[in-house]
């Protein structure tokens, strides 16, 4: 038998409906993955619609900022650190390619 959702779809609330969600997203659909300006908050956020493709290294990437490792040199660009970083921001404002799937 093969494997589906439609198993669980008369065990929903009435009031529910099964979709995906809600995909949100920054203005140049980068994630949001790393510290927040409160100390010892981190967050993975704004994965847009490709968050469960990228959700594992996310993870990853977030547990390196929590443990206090060694970052890769794109760690920056995916955490609020870029938006004090112009040259990075005037090359994204710039560029036509939003990444969007």
Known sequence: MPLTNKAYYD????TK???GGLYTMTDENLPIIGPLQTEGVFAVAALSGF???ASC???????????????PAYAKHLSLQRYAD????????????????
Do not use: Y
């Open 51 to 53: 968050g469960t493709m």
């Open 57 to 71: 290294a996310a993870g990853e990437l977030c547990a390196q900022w929590i443990d206090g490792a060694e970052l």
């Open 86 to 101: 112009p040259p990075f921001m005037t090359a994204l404002t710039l560029s036509n390619d939003r990444g969007v799937l």
């Open 11 to 14: 065990k929903l609330p009435a």
């Open 17 to 19: 409906s099964p979709h």
